[in-house]
């Protein structure tokens, strides 16, 4: 069965109704990332084993990033009333 990992631990809630899985897990548990373990145990015993591992990744544009941004309220984009001026500084800080 697979279970979302977002939701395991509420079936670790109380008394687990899972399968005692530790002796399954020994012989494989050095394959895997030992800190991942935690989620799917209780007690010292494992429930489940962490078959993945996401990886996050963030894009950005760096020339961008590199730029300076303006320090006073009054230089930052959105602080003026008109929206077409808005745009403009706007625009203008992204070049």
């Known amino acids: 069965m697979d279970i979302n990992i977002n939701y395991f631990a509420n079936f670790l809630k109380g008394t687990p109704q899972l399968v005692d899985l530790t002796r399954v897990a020994a012989p494989v548990r050095n394959k895997f990332i030992q800190s991942r373990f935690e989620i799917y145990s209780k007690d010292g015993k ?3 084993l962490p078959t993945h591992v996401g990886a996050t990744v963030v ?23 008109s929206p077409s001026a808005r745009r403009s500084r706007l625009r203008r800080a992204c070049r």
């Open 46 to 48: 494992v429930y489940g």
């Open 59 to 81: 894009y950005y544009n760096k020339e961008i990033m590199d730029k300076p941004r303006p320090t006073s309220r009054a230089s930052r984009p959105g602080t003026t009333s």
